[in-house]
């Protein structure tokens, strides 16, 4: 095994992405499929490994798309799970099990055609233990730890609806970005409530939409048009299926442990990342993240983002396409993590950081339930 052996070499989304009624979830997934493979310089037939997440899955999206890979993965951890898949793309390219692997993603997360239900089973644990206290949706369970976290480190009201507004500045670059007109902290904290301390535009965009990911060797890369983009380290773990079970609830274990295992294998220090994308389903899943990952000590994050030092200019660009909060945001945002690392690292953005040489995502997956980190970059 060689430090980035294995590259993206076809990153592509759907069409459009926002709302699309006319669009099922089985049609955004060969959308974005097509796209990717066009954009990669392939074939449909070139493809032998595929991954997706359930509903439809990997082997539905395979046969829509004509295809009969010999290796497909299933894994399925909320919005991270395409972080997931990367990972075991490349574990499966140097073990010969595919040469060339899809990753696939489709939602029709607002407009709900053909997509799956989401409410918890009676019989799940969140069914048991927590739903009947009235934690039975994303805001209300993302809303445990942030309160916890606002008491212990004084992260203030307005330095939490600086989060949207840096990335209100990053979408308003980006002609695809769902909301692109500037908003100031005093939009946010005067939008709607949505589940305390949590305002409108604190949580995220309900959107359809899609993409894919090709991944192959360096070495068959070589022929293809695209730079490639190489695969530095990876790392992925969980915490808990429960909010109430996080160990503390003022930062993600999953964070720190998936981030820890991407910069060792990349061999990386966090001063060699130029760009970062962090899952932004909720305002404070950045702070959590610049911490975990071990860029800001505990209780720093929100002031440095209120200092404008993660937004257009700022020393640690972070989420350029507009994030979850004003990009897009199909319910599994994990997806356009990578979507943007890669055009950025191609120097194809909307919202191009000059000389980005590194970029890092991190996914999340559930509410802190898991997490998936990837170490990209334009060289070895």
């Known amino acids: 095994m060689t430090r980035g052996d ?21 049609r955004l997934h060969v959308e974005g499929a097509r796209n990717a493979v066009a954009d990669a ?19 539905t999206v395979a046969h829509a798309l004509g295809i009969q890979p010999r290796w497909i993965d299933g894994t399925g951890v909320g919005g991270t799970s395409f972080l997931l898949h990367v990972r075991h793309a490349v574990e499966a390219i140097r073990a010969g099990h595919a040469t060339t692997v899809l990753v696939t993603h489709g939602e029709s ?8 239900r989401g409410a918890f089973p009676a019989s799940s644990p969140n069914g048991q233990f927590e739903v009947p206290y009235g934690v039975t949706g994303p805001p209300s369970m993302f809303t445990i730890p942030l309160l916890r976290y606002m008491k212990e480190f004084g992260l203030t009201a307005e330095q939490l609806a600086s989060v949207a507004v840096a990335q209100r500045q990053w979408a308003a670059r980006n002609p695809r970005a769902r909301y692109r007109d500037p908003i100031t902290v005093e939009d946010v904290l005067a939008s709607r409530m949505i589940s305390y301390p949590l305002h409108l535009l604190e949580c995220c965009l309900v959107t359809d939409g899609g ?12 022929d293809l048009p695209q730079p490639p983009v190489h695969i530095l380290g990876t790392g992925e773990t969980f915490e808990s299926p429960l909010i109430s079970q996080m160990a503390d609830f003022t930062t993600s274990a999953a964070f720190r442990r998936s981030s820890a295992d991407a910069f060792a294998e990349a061999g990386i220090t966090h001063g060699d990342v130029d760009h970062l994308m962090i899952y932004d389903a909720f305002a404070h899943v950045p702070v959590y993240g610049l911490e975990d990952m071990g860029f800001l000590p505990r209780g720093e994050a929100g002031a440095f983002i209120a200092e404008g030092r993660t937004a257009p200019g ?20 994990g997806m356009f993590l990578v979507q943007e690392s890669v055009r950025q690292l191609r120097g ?33």
């Open 348 to 380: 194809q953005a909307a919202a191009q950081v000059p000389g980005v040489e590194v970029s890092v995502a991190l996914g999340n997956g559930g509410m802190f339930m898991a997490a998936g980190t990837l170490v990209l970059s334009n060289h070895t």
């Open 211 to 222: 993409g894919a990911l090709v991944i192959t060797s360096a070495e068959r890369a070589r």
């Open 314 to 333: 700022g020393e640690l660009p972070l989420n350029t396409n507009g994030g979850g909060l004003s990009y897009t945001h199909t319910g599994m945002y």
């Open 109 to 116: 997360g607002k407009s709900r055609v053909g997509a799956a």
């Open 41 to 59: 310089g392939l074939r449909m037939s070139d493809i032998d490994g595929i991954a997706s997440v359930s509903a439809p899955g990997p082997v």
């Open 6 to 26: 294995v590259v993206v070499c076809g990153a592509a989304e759907t069409d459009e992405i926002g709302v699309l009624p006319g669009h099922s979830t089985i």
